[in-house]
Structures are given as structure tokens and as C-alpha cells.
């Protein structure tokens, strides 16, 4: 059974009250070094300013760690993710690797 998690960058949820703090949940994606490689390689991808390939690897990692967040919620048994964060940071020797961490509060609504 698929349950619908409700996802908000905001301490509440409109309309639903928080019933049940349930606590804080994390999920974090490294992308490594070939992806740094990669990215400078294709460089060329560049238009108006922005690079197409390099944004659509950043979402995947982005919805990977929100997707981890979300199943360590249901884990819980939280229906609802308030508070959420994404940080993204370089890290690794050199700063070759890229890692993506979301963070919130996983509640009953």
C-alpha cells in the first residue's frame, strides 16, 4: 500500500494539525568523483548561462536523499515530513565529491 507523504519546507501543514511528533529524519547522496569529471567535460552543455546535464544530476541526487527521508519517516510510521532543509556541499579530497543532505521532522498529521 502506497501512503501519500506530505512534504513542507514549513513547520506546519495548513489545515492539519500535527498530532504526533514522531522526530527528525535525514537522507544524504554523495555523488563522486566521476561526477565532477563529468561535469567539467561537459562544459560544452552550457545555454544561457546553465548547464542542463550538471542541474539533472543535482535533482536526481536531490530526489534521491528526499526519497531515503521520506521512506525513514513511514518507518516511523509518520505520514508527513515538516521542516524540511537541503544542503548541498562539496566534500573529499579536493572537494571532488558532491553531497547532498535533507533533514525535517517526521509527524502525524
Same mark, same amino acid.
Given at each position: 500500500m502506497n501512503t501519500v507523504m506530505i512534504l513542507s519546507t514549513t513547520p506546519q501543514i495548513e489545515g492539519h494539525a500535527i498530532r504526533e511528533y514522531k522526530g527528525v529524519v535525514t537522507g544524504e547522496t554523495? =555523488?563522486?568523483a566521476n561526477f565532477v #569529471?563529468?561535469?567539467? +567535460? %561537459? =562544459?560544452?552543455? $552550457? =545555454? %544561457?548561462?546553465?548547464? %542542463?546535464?550538471?542541474? #539533472? $544530476?543535482?535533482? &536526481? +541526487? #536531490?530526489?534521491?536523499s528526499m526519497q531515503e527521508m /521520506?521512506?525513514? +519517516?513511514? &518507518?516511523?510510521? !509518520? @505520514? !508527513?515530513i515538516v521542516g524540511i532543509d537541503i544542503d548541498y556541499e562539496t566534500i573529499g579530497k579536493g @572537494?571532488? /565529491?558532491? /553531497? $547532498?543532505a535533507t533533514s525535517g521532522t517526521a509527524v502525524v498529521i
Open positions: 554523495i =555523488i563522486g #569529471k563529468d561535469f567539467f +567535460a %561537459g =562544459i560544452r552543455d $552550457v =545555454i %544561457g548561462g546553465r548547464s %542542463g546535464s550538471y542541474e #539533472k $544530476v543535482l535533482r &536526481e +541526487a #536531490k530526489d534521491t /521520506m521512506e525513514r +519517516a513511514q &518507518e516511523m510510521g !509518520a @505520514n !508527513a @572537494n571532488s /565529491m558532491l /553531497m $547532498v
